[in-house]
């Protein structure tokens, strides 16, 4: 049968980046094709490829058999191309018929036709086999409930494609079975699915190929049936990196002892570890384990009730972030632009921002003091600008790192929790951070790195603690003698 | 060639607004000989005074991102208390006391709710605007006051070596917080809460508490605003300080302070109320009508954001 789609030697170049390197991706009309990868491996940038969010640096696309031009998300619409991400994009406020027709509401003489709309908006749920009244406002269903009206509404227009981003990632069991009924249906009518996950046992109910993507590049197409699940971790995480381990600078005083710390993820059940003097403790895991909401829980980021935490063998209660920066712990965000820097300040003002008391004489900000300050970090982590008073804004990612890593140490935080320290980072810068993180460890700090690049952890890591579905399900200490593959595996479930 | 022009793009967007200033003096002072007396600039400075006094608060609130409407008629508030307790006897010190206090309650409340309890600010201090004006009404039954202590009228009035005291006080309370905001630690924050709320909060730093600050401050200096407006006019009508708001937030927007917060000057602040009452003074000694003013007005605004939008535009 003809492709549906056909995407060919497609190429991606970010500055400094090769995000996708002529991938080669189709789809049969009636296919779930899954598209398997690490993090970071191509598959969200392929997605918004033909989705029209970014436009490949080279490559064809053909849409049936014709040539397809997607500059904009409004040329993936009109092609057909629907995309359910993660993040629903239903609108709360209106009706289950209102969200169906957003954009192409039916007209009778001039006015909405109300009557006409509920009537084909409940023929569609109907045709899904899924009951659900036209007339309730989204906001009061739930999520499964909520992704099935952004299904049919994707369905109800022209609809050739359907990208599912990890669409079970919070449902349950059940939910999933109805939403799969969903996805058999829409094979019938010969959609061509393109469904991401990570969660092997599903890929295998619902899948039909499988094309596994890793660092920008294809590694292969399969019939999913041909393929072992233990193959299918092989191929995403490809042959283990030969880097050797660096130097653990552990030392015996635990710095810090974290029991039962509850998580947005997983309230009831709570996640326990210790930190060592000089340990860098990696935690890492898929997309949604938690790892994000562990650091923002025992930072007191996160509101969560009352829990405690252990810093230097006295306990103390997580009330507040303030708090915990009193106590010597920094938690550097992920969302460096976001959450870690003020943009449009200077680098100056970025770095000595949580330490004002130290720069502080009488009332006034002494100056001189502050600039030499920060200017010891800048010359100490070798940020790259013409100066400190250049706006935060203006550096790259790598160095906007630095001056986030200045600000703790100029804070003389002591448990530094880094949270994706390299996402955004060229490879060049990325050592870099690496090679400020080892230091830190070798200096006497405790450092907790958080991340989802496996390469990564194994080989920055003394001890890595894998995260799954909001819970520990392993720790591992021997890291010498650790395989991408065990860890790949712990993630996905496999044993 | 295109180099020079780059310049004097780049010339045009940041002066814009100061060359705007100086073209509209030039004009004035063709069209009115009596503009450019001492006399009348000594004028339009004592006018400017009061509203430029409150403009300082309400730059520090701007600078966190926020805003504050409710701040004009905080004035007429303060003015009323002061008439009501100037007809029971009550001193100069005193007057001046409950004025300041006025003001600081009201910032305290409008701190509160912004910093610490996150209502959004323009619906807070629409709230605690509404209830200013109502308490004024409520207090005077409607009805001005006239009758204040003999020389309460000094602070708004009196001259020192030529110059009027009101005039220099505002002087040095610009200076005060140009130092405030860009020399303290308090100042500091302001500034990076309104550049990014979340990373301050992630550095550790009480965010609630330096926002609400920033309204303290800016209900004290309203407070004072209202002293001086009040001593000068020796008059205080429960109508008073009706848009004041707006004249405050356009001396903030004119002298070149982002409405998004994080970026601005307090100094710079006190052009754009000098500018906004020269062209108020300017159009009506040449007996333009007030219809026409406000219209000037606006477009003086619009044409500063526009500027302003321009540069960060081509920055970006």
């Known amino acids: ?495 | 060639m295109n180099k020079q022009k780059d310049f004097l793009r780049d010339a045009v967007l940041s002066y814009g607004i100061y060359i705007a200033f100086v073209l509209i003096c030039i004009v004035f002072a063709i069209l009115s000989p009596d503009f450019f007396s001492p006399g009348n600039l000594h004028n339009i400075l004592i006018q400017t005074a009061a509203i430029a006094i409150v403009a300082i608060g309400q730059t520090l609130v701007i600078l966190t991102g926020g805003i504050d409407i409710s701040v004009g008629r905080l004035m007429g508030l303060c003015g009323i208390l002061i008439g009501v307790f100037a007809g029971k006897g009550v001193g100069i010190a005193g007057l001046a006391a409950i004025s300041l206090l006025c003001g600081l309650a009201i910032g305290v409340v409008n701190g509160y709710l912004i910093g610490y309890i996150r209502i959004p600010a323009f619906i807070a201090t629409l709230g605690t605007q509404g209830i200013c004006y109502g308490m004024s009404l409520i207090i005077s039954q409607g009805m001005p006051f006239s009758t204040f202590p003999k020389g309460f009228d000094w602070m708004g009035t009196a001259k020192i070596g030529g110059i009027s005291f009101l005039v220099l006080f505002t002087v040095v309370l610009y200076l005060i917080f140009w130092i405030f905001a860009t020399g303290t630690k308090t100042g500091r924050y302001i500034y990076s809460i309104g550049g990014n709320r979340e990373a301050v909060r992630l550095s550790g730093i009480s965010t609630a508490r330096y926002e609400m600050t920033a309204y303290v401050i800016c209900g004290l200096l309203a407070g004072v605003g209202g002293l001086m407006m009040t001593s000068r006019l020796n008059f205080a009508s429960p109508s008073a300080g009706e848009n004041y708001e707006m004249e405050t937030i356009a001396a903030v927007v004119i002298g070149g302070t982002m409405m998004t917060g994080g970026s601005g000057s307090v100094l710079k602040t006190s052009i754009g109320a000098v500018l906004l009452y020269v062209l108020k003074n300017g159009l009506t000694i040449n007996d333009v009508s007030p219809y026409y003013q406000k219209l000037v007005t606006g477009a003086i605004i619009i044409l500063a954001v526009f500027l302003d939008t321009m540069k960060n535009k081509k920055r970006a």
């Open chain 1, 1 to 495: 049968m003809e492709n549906i789609l056909e995407m060919r030697g497609i190429t991606k170049q970010f500055p400094g980046v090769t995000a996708l390197d002529h991938v080669d991706f189709d789809l049969r009309p009636g296919e779930v094709h899954v598209l398997l990868g690490e993090n970071g491996a191509g598959k969200s940038t392929l997605i918004k490829i033909l989705a029209g969010a970014y436009t490949p640096t080279s490559g064809t696309i053909a849409i049936a058999g014709e040539t397809a031009v997607i500059r904009r998300p409004k040329d993936a619409l009109e092609l057909g191309v629907r995309i359910i991400y993660q993040e629903l994009m239903v609108n709360d406020y209106i009706s289950v018929t209102e969200n169906i027709f957003q954009g192409r509401e039916l007209k009778k003489r001039g006015f909405l036709d109300w009557k006409e709309m509920h009537r084909q908006a409940g023929a569609f749920l109907q045709e899904m086999n899924y009951e659900l009244d036209p007339q309730a406002k989204v906001g009061s269903l739930g999520i499964a409930k909520k992704q099935i009206v952004e299904i049919v509404k994707a369905v109800s227009g022209q609809c050739r494609i359907i990208v599912f981003d990890e669409p079970t990632a919070s449902l349950s069991p059940k939910e999933i079975e109805t939403l799969f009924d969903v996805i058999r249906r829409l094979k019938a009518r010969g959609i061509g699915i393109v469904y991401i996950s990570h969660r092997m046992p599903e890929l295998y109910e619902i899948g039909d190929r499988v094309t596994v993507l890793r660092d920008g590049k294809k590694i292969e197409t399969r019939e999913i049936s041909s393929v072992t699940p233990e193959d299918l971790v092989t191929m995403v995480s490809g042959k283990n990196v030969e880097e050797r381990p660096k130097e653990c600078h552990a030392r015996e005083e635990v710095v810090l002892e974290v029991e039962n710390m509850p998580t947005v993820l997983n309230r009831d059940e709570g996640i326990s570890f210790t930190l060592r003097r000089g340990e860098i403790l990696g935690i890492t895991g898929l997309v949604g384990a938690g790892k994000t909401e562990l650091a923002r829980s025992l930072c007191g980021i996160d509101n969560l009730g009352p829990r405690t935490v252990t810093v230097h063998g006295r306990r103390v209660p997580v009330k507040s972030y303030r708090e915990t920066v009193k106590n010597g712990i920094a938690y550097l965000s992920e969302d460096r632009r976001g959450e870690g820097l003020v943009l449009i300040r200077s680098i100056v003002d970025n770095i000595t921002l949580p330490s004002m008391d130290k720069v502080i004489k009488g009332c006034l900000i002494d100056r001189k003091a502050e600039k030499s300050a920060a200017g010891a970090y800048i010359e100490k982590l070798r940020i790259r600008t013409p100066g400190g008073h250049a706006l935060a804004m203006n550096l790259s990612g790598g160095n906007q790192q630095k001056v986030v890593i200045a600000k703790w140490l100029m804070r003389d935080a002591e448990i530094l929790i880094f949270d994706e320290p390299t996402r955004g980072i060229d490879v060049g810068a990325k050592e870099e951070i690496y090679r400020i993180i080892f230091d830190l460890a070798e200096s006497g700090k405790a450092v907790i790195m958080i991340s989802s690049d496996i390469d990564e952890i194994i080989r920055a890591a003394d001890r890595i603690i894998v995260l799954k579905d909001g819970r520990k399900c392993a720790e591992l200490d021997d890291v010498r003698n650790l395989t991408k593959d065990t860890i790949l595996n712990y993630s996905f479930g496999v044993s």
